[in-house]
């Protein structure tokens, strides 16, 4: 069966340190991955996403996410987080073509910057 | 904004009751999605759309949830006789399938949400 799974509930980090968010996925055949964040009040956002082509993406706000087919691992990096990282981060997958429709999520990872 | 949009934002209802939401997906999108989101998870997919036609329904779309799409523009999302396990956070997505150097990609806008509360 498809499934996303994201190995941390919650992470701790102070300002300046930096961030890996794992992810793995199963899927049969070429996958569409994405991460999300949702911003506390906020609605889910695209941060990156991986099509095809060069498997190291980059997104939004400096995040960046590397995709690593032998190990079905997308993990979310930043160098340095700030304090307005402070969110739930959802990683995603589709198949190609989206010709089933659906993402299927990870449970979330919830990331608390202390400053 | 031409977002996503959702109405209600919130719904409280007594359980046994019916209710209805509204998603205004972006205008030139042709697919239009359905997740349900509890606390702690991530959102989960119940049902979708290309234009007017419902291609997929989720085995947690139980035969009270019914979703319309009739024009192929917005849609609404109806539970009938609801049940505290219903007590959720709605969301909708629309995108259109393109293609990208003969890359078919499925990125999808998701809206602000309805967050349903059953009493």
């Known amino acids: 069966a498809q499934s996303v799974s994201q190995h941390n509930h919650h992470v701790i980090l102070s300002e300046a340190a930096s961030l890996e968010l794992g992810c793995n996925y199963s899927?049969?055949?070429?996958?569409?991955l994405f991460w999300y964040v949702q911003y506390p009040g906020q609605h889910l956002q695209l941060l990156l996403k991986?099509?095809?082509?060069?498997?190291l993406v980059k997104g939004i706000k400096g995040f960046e996410a590397e995709f690593i087919k032998s190990k079905f691992s997308f993990n979310l990096r930043k160098p340095s987080v700030q304090w307005s990282d402070t969110a739930e981060y959802f990683c995603?997958?589709?198949?190609?073509?989206?010709?089933?429709?659906?993402?299927?999520f990870g449970k979330g990872t919830k990331l608390s910057v202390k400053p | 904004d031409t977002g996503v949009s959702q109405d209600p934002r919130h719904k409280i209802t007594k359980r046994g009751q019916n209710v209805t939401f509204r998603c205004d997906p972006i205008?030139?999108?042709?697919?239009l999605y359905w997740y349900r989101q509890t606390l702690g998870q991530g959102p989960e997919f119940l049902t979708y759309?290309?234009?007017?036609?419902?291609?997929?329904k989720s085995r947690l779309l139980s035969d009270r949830f019914s979703a319309e799409r009739p024009k192929g523009s917005f849609s609404t999302l109806e539970i009938q006789r609801t049940e505290q396990g219903d007590s959720a956070m709605y969301l909708c997505?629309?995108?259109?399938?393109?293609?990208?150097?003969?890359?078919?990609?499925?990125?999808?806008?998701f809206g602000p949400g309805t967050r349903l509360t059953v009493l």
């Open positions: 997505a629309s995108n259109t399938l393109g293609a990208l150097a003969g890359v078919s990609y499925n990125e999808q806008f």
């Open positions: 759309f290309q234009n007017e036609a419902q291609l997929e």
């Open positions: 991986y099509f095809s082509g060069d498997p």
């Open positions: 899927y049969g055949g070429t996958v569409n």
């Open positions: 205008s030139e999108h042709n697919r």
């Open positions: 995603a997958g589709a198949n190609y073509g989206g010709s089933q429709g659906n993402l299927i």
